[in-house]
């Protein structure tokens, strides 16, 4: 398996599995880890978080990826990352992110996906990486720009029978 726990200066991002039922279930219930995450509902039960686990640690294919962003110092969960789209013929990939709102403004997030974008690069031997951010999440946009991304397109996600308008921001390695 290609997948592997990720280390960074403050952070450790493990890959994701069944030990993390309750996290996933508890930030991706919550309404502020949601509100930009335009791909599905908040989850309402533990069966919800097992379906986005088993998704992640399905073995075949292998073209996504999430990992559990923890704390070093203190061991606490504080948001995942990873890859929704790795297009191995075109060496793109797209990313996402996450963060638990106590833990925004504090740099993680930046760790995170920096580290993610090495892995991406030197393992999976990425040429582009792809960010697809809605319009009014001003925090991601700045995250992506500090690491160099440029906007390269739009695009509409439909959720809830409605647009919603994102920029593509790419980062060329």
Not at 143 to 157: A, I, M, Q, R, Y
């Amino acid at each position: 398996m290609i997948y592997k726990n990720l280390e960074a200066n403050r952070l450790t991002l493990k890959c994701i599995s069944q030990d993390d039922r309750e996290f996933i279930y508890r930030h991706f219930s919550d309404d502020c880890v949601n509100e930009f995450l335009f791909d599905a509902e908040p989850i309402q039960t533990m069966e919800q978080a097992d379906e986005i686990i088993r998704f992640y640690t399905d073995p075949v294919p292998a073209f996504w990826h999430r990992w559990i962003i923890i704390r070093k110092e203190d061991g606490v969960k504080i948001g995942t990352c990873g890859f929704h789209r790795w297009d191995q013929n075109k060496d793109t990939v797209e990313i996402g992110y996450d963060m638990s709102p106590e833990y925004w403004g504090k740099g993680y997030a930046i760790e995170a996906v920096g580290r993610l974008i090495e892995f991406t690069k030197d393992v999976l031997g990425v040429k582009k990486v792809h960010a697809h951010i809605y319009i009014q999440n001003d925090r991601s946009v700045n995250l992506v720009k500090h690491l160099g991304f440029k906007p390269t397109g739009k695009k509409n996600e439909i959720f809830r029978g409605k647009p919603y308008l994102h920029h593509i921001y790419t980062l060329e390695l």
